[in-house]
């Protein structure tokens, strides 16, 4: 006789949060981080216990060195999407992502202190701007409509 044994599919669940930092000059720009072949956003996994909100500046002042006292955030902005990466944590499966992302003002284009990105940019806001990143592009048509 042969059995199968079914187990369950499921797919896992990963949540991150992050903040896009524009500045309050007389031509804004936004913040991207760079590594190797694409542009990012200063973001990471949520913490247990911790709100979204406390894990954007976290990961804001970790990956930037921008801390939550240097900026001003817009508090009816959250953007939130979801997509399905693969993971190395997992094993290369595929994971079901929900990313939020908070939308902060700075007074100027700030020193950028690079811990996990090879280089940042700040970009003059001139939109639209396509970046052929799903949600890049996405998050900056939210912000676009939002302001």
């Known amino acids: ?66 801390t939550k006292r240097q900026v001003c955030l817009e508090l009816d902005f959250r953007y939130r999407t979801i997509y399905y990466p693969r993971y190395r944590l997992f094993g290369g499966q595929k994971v079901e992502k929900s990313l939020v992302i908070f939308l902060a003002w700075v007074s100027e284009e700030l020193e950028i202190v690079m811990t996990e990105h090879s280089s940042s940019e700040w970009i003059k806001w001139n939109p639209p701007h396509y970046f052929h990143n799903r949600i890049i592009d996405e998050l900056l048509l939210a912000v676009d409509r939002f302001l």
């Open 1 to 66: 006789m042969i059995v199968f044994v079914m187990r369950s599919l499921s797919m896992q669940k990963v949540k991150s949060c992050g903040v896009i930092c524009f500045t309050k000059t007389k031509q804004p720009s936004f913040l991207l981080m760079k590594r190797s072949h694409r542009y990012d956003l200063p973001k990471g996994h949520i913490e247990p216990g911790e709100t979204e909100l406390q894990c954007a500046l976290r990961e804001l002042s970790e990956e930037t060195g921008i």
